[in-house]
C-alpha cells in the first residue's frame, strides 16, 4: 500500500513563495508522481506531473511560476510555488499513479495525500 504525506502548506501574501514536500512509502515511487488542487467548490483539478527521468508537465495557469522536482533517493516530490495569487489558494494533493506515462487525469492516479492547504491573501 502506497503512503503518501503532504507538508509545506500555509499562508502567504500575493508575490510570495512556498515550497510543498510530497514523501512516498510503500509501493515503488518510479511510477508516475503528481500535484492536483480543489478550490472551496471547483473540482480538482491538474498543477503539475514527473516522471521517473524527470520529465515534467504543468497547467497552463501555473507554467513558468511553479516547479515540480524530485529527489528518489529521498522518496520524497517537491513543487516550487513562485509568484503566488490569491486564485491559487487551494487544497494541494499528491498523487501517485501506476504507471510511467505521463497524464494529466485525475482519474489516472492512483493513490492521494490527505491535502495541505495554501492560502494566498491579497
Known amino acids: 500500500q502506497v503512503q503518501l504525506v503532504e507538508s509545506g502548506g500555509g499562508l502567504v501574501q500575493a508575490g510570495g513563495s512556498l515550497r510543498l514536500s510530497c514523501t512516498a512509502s510503500g509501493r515503488t515511487f518510479s511510477w508516475l508522481m503528481g500535484w492536483f488542487r480543489q478550490a472551496p467548490g471547483k473540482e480538482r483539478e491538474f498543477v503539475a506531473a514527473i516522471n521517473w527521468n524527470s520529465l515534467t508537465a504543468y497547467a497552463d495557469s501555473v507554467r513558468g511560476r511553479f516547479t515540480i522536482s524530485r529527489d528518489n533517493a529521498k522518496i520524497t516530490m517537491y513543487l516550487q510555488m513562485n509568484s503566488l495569487k490569491p486564485e491559487d489558494t487551494a487544497v494541494y494533493y499528491c498523487?501517485?499513479?501506476?504507471?510511467?506515462?505521463?497524464?494529466?487525469?485525475?482519474?489516472?492516479?492512483?493513490?492521494w495525500g490527505q491535502g495541505t492547504q495554501v492560502t494566498v491573501s491579497s
Open positions: 498523487a501517485q499513479a501506476a504507471r510511467a506515462t505521463m497524464s494529466r487525469t485525475k482519474g489516472d492516479y492512483n493513490y
